[in-house]
């Protein structure tokens, strides 16, 4: 590496624990990174993210040109990024991933609409702007059936199970009567996320497959490398994800949720939904591959040669919700590696993830049981 990379600059927007985990494994490459954040106390600006921070909504334009103006070049860590900050930061600096591939990923039904588009398999669904469509689409998907905000959903937020139909008008004022899709049920065996990092001149790498577990809309576990994946679910994950990197000429490190449906050699995947950036169901990767996503993600942005993804041994991944554990819990498992995001814990907020790594899935399902125990 030249003493000119060394003396690089990255602008990200948002200054969440992402922000955090993507300055971080870029500190041993010398790369510098810079905040744009409304929160004086965001987690990347702590001992472990050691980013300088610009203090403003992300919708301020002059902070948004200070951003641009003060970087190399300018990612983002969530897709709630306000469409025109991403437009103005492109008109002053380059920015990464696409602008395009945010927007898509801000509406579900444009989401569906290029799942579509690219021959990528979705859940049935149907578009709902009012209680007269969602009654219609009940009629034609039936119950169980989930009602979902097509904007600012996350973590379970903005989403609602209908159980019977009578319930409809429910749904619908509960979700605020905002434009939203209704996902019929499906019966499906387990939920696979494919991340990928792809470069600046187009090539890109993948992490191995990892499975996922949910508890209220919000997740609990990865397993990776995920175990029984057949072939054909292998390829069929590789080739939807890099028909989407190739439609927004991506760069950066992508993640889509899919449903895996069946299992062994007819098995199909149902793609979810995409993030447009590191994801947390590749935080295991930090300690369980020899690059992780975030360390791609950056030396994809600023046009570097991505790093080996190949994993390291069997991991598991669990988030920290709402509460620590119990103090001096861990002090009994050493090999656990903890990582603290420094916010307060509320209920239903992520503040940390725990990573367990062993060279077999027997000695990763032993240390999952051990960990369990401990904390309980």
């Given at each position: 590496m030249t003493q000119a990379d060394q003396q690089k600059t990255i602008g990200i927007i948002g200054g969440g624990q992402l922000a955090q985990m993507l300055a971080s494994s870029v500190h041993h490459l010398g790369i510098k990174c810079i905040v744009l954040d409304p929160n004086p106390d965001c987690c990347a600006t702590n001992e472990l993210g050691k980013c300088q921070q610009i203090v403003a909504q992300y919708d301020d334009e002059q902070a948004l040109i200070k951003l641009a103006q003060s970087s190399d070049v300018v990612t983002y860590e969530f897709e709630n990024v306000p469409g025109q900050g991403a437009s103005l930061i492109a008109d002053h600096s380059t920015i990464h991933p696409n602008p395009k591939a945010l927007s898509v990923s801000q509406d579900r039904l444009s989401e569906r609409a290029m799942f579509a588009e690219l021959g990528i398999p979705v859940p049935p669904f149907a578009q709902v702007d009012s209680l007269d469509q969602l009654n219609q689409a009940l009629e034609k998907l039936g119950v169980p059936a989930i009602l979902k905000a097509r904007t600012l959903g996350y973590d379970g937020k903005g989403q609602v199970l209908i159980s019977?139909?009578?319930?409809?008008?429910?749904?619908?004022?509960?979700?605020?009567?905002?434009?939203?899709?209704?996902?019929?049920?499906?019966?499906?065996?387990?939920?696979?996320?494919?991340?990928?990092?792809?470069?600046?001149?187009?090539?890109?790498?993948?992490?191995?497959?990892?499975?996922?577990?949910?508890?209220?809309?919000?997740?609990?576990?990865?397993?990776?490398?995920?175990?029984?994946?057949?072939?054909?679910?292998?390829?069929?994950?590789?080739?939807?994800?890099?028909?989407?990197?190739?439609?927004?000429?991506?760069?950066?490190?992508?993640?889509?949720?899919?449903?895996?449906?069946?299992?062994g050699p007819t098995a199909t995947l149902l793609a979810n939904e995409i993030a447009p950036r590191v994801h947390n169901t590749g935080h295991w990767t930090i300690e369980g591959t020899k690059t992780s996503q975030f360390e791609n993600h950056m030396r994809a942005v600023l046009g570097m040669q991505l790093g080996s993804t190949d994993p390291i041994g069997c991991s598991a991944m669990i988030n920290l919700i709402g509460n620590e554990p119990r103090p001096g819990s861990l002090g009994a498992m050493p090999q656990a590696h903890v990582h603290l995001y420094g916010k307060e814990p509320r209920a239903g907020r992520k503040i940390g993830h725990i990573t367990l790594n062993a060279p077999t899935e027997q000695e990763l399902d032993a240390m999952l049981e051990r960990f369990t125990r401990i904390v309980g």
């Amino acid at each position: 590496m030249t003493q000119a990379d060394q003396q690089k600059t990255i602008g990200i927007i948002g200054g969440g624990q992402l922000a955090q985990m993507l300055a971080s494994s870029v500190h041993h490459l010398g790369i510098k990174c810079i905040v744009l954040d409304p929160n004086p106390d965001c987690c990347a600006t702590n001992e472990l993210g050691k980013c300088q921070q610009i203090v403003a909504q992300y919708d301020d334009e002059q902070a948004l040109i200070k951003l641009a103006q003060s970087s190399d070049v300018v990612t983002y860590e969530f897709e709630n990024v306000p469409g025109q900050g991403a437009s103005l930061i492109a008109d002053h600096s380059t920015i990464h991933p696409n602008p395009k591939a945010l927007s898509v990923s801000q509406d579900r039904l444009s989401e569906r609409a290029m799942f579509a588009e690219l021959g990528i398999p979705v859940p049935p669904f149907a578009q709902v702007d009012s209680l007269d469509q969602l009654n219609q689409a009940l009629e034609k998907l039936g119950v169980p059936a989930i009602l979902k905000a097509r904007t600012l959903g996350y973590d379970g937020k903005g989403q609602v199970l209908i159980s019977d139909p009578s319930k409809a008008a429910n749904a619908w004022e509960t979700l605020a009567t905002v434009p939203a899709i209704l996902d019929g049920f499906i019966a499906f065996r387990r939920e696979l996320s494919s991340i990928a990092p792809r470069a600046v001149d187009g090539l890109s790498e993948s992490y191995p497959l990892s499975e996922n577990i949910h508890r209220g809309g919000i997740l609990r576990l990865s397993k990776a490398p995920a175990r029984n994946v057949d072939g054909a679910v292998a390829e069929q994950a590789r080739s939807a994800i890099q028909r989407i990197l190739e439609h927004f000429d991506y760069v950066g490190t992508l993640a889509v949720e899919f449903f895996q449906l069946g299992d062994g050699p007819t098995a199909t995947l149902l793609a979810n939904e995409i993030a447009p950036r590191v994801h947390n169901t590749g935080h295991w990767t930090i300690e369980g591959t020899k690059t992780s996503q975030f360390e791609n993600h950056m030396r994809a942005v600023l046009g570097m040669q991505l790093g080996s993804t190949d994993p390291i041994g069997c991991s598991a991944m669990i988030n920290l919700i709402g509460n620590e554990p119990r103090p001096g819990s861990l002090g009994a498992m050493p090999q656990a590696h903890v990582h603290l995001y420094g916010k307060e814990p509320r209920a239903g907020r992520k503040i940390g993830h725990i990573t367990l790594n062993a060279p077999t899935e027997q000695e990763l399902d032993a240390m999952l049981e051990r960990f369990t125990r401990i904390v309980g």
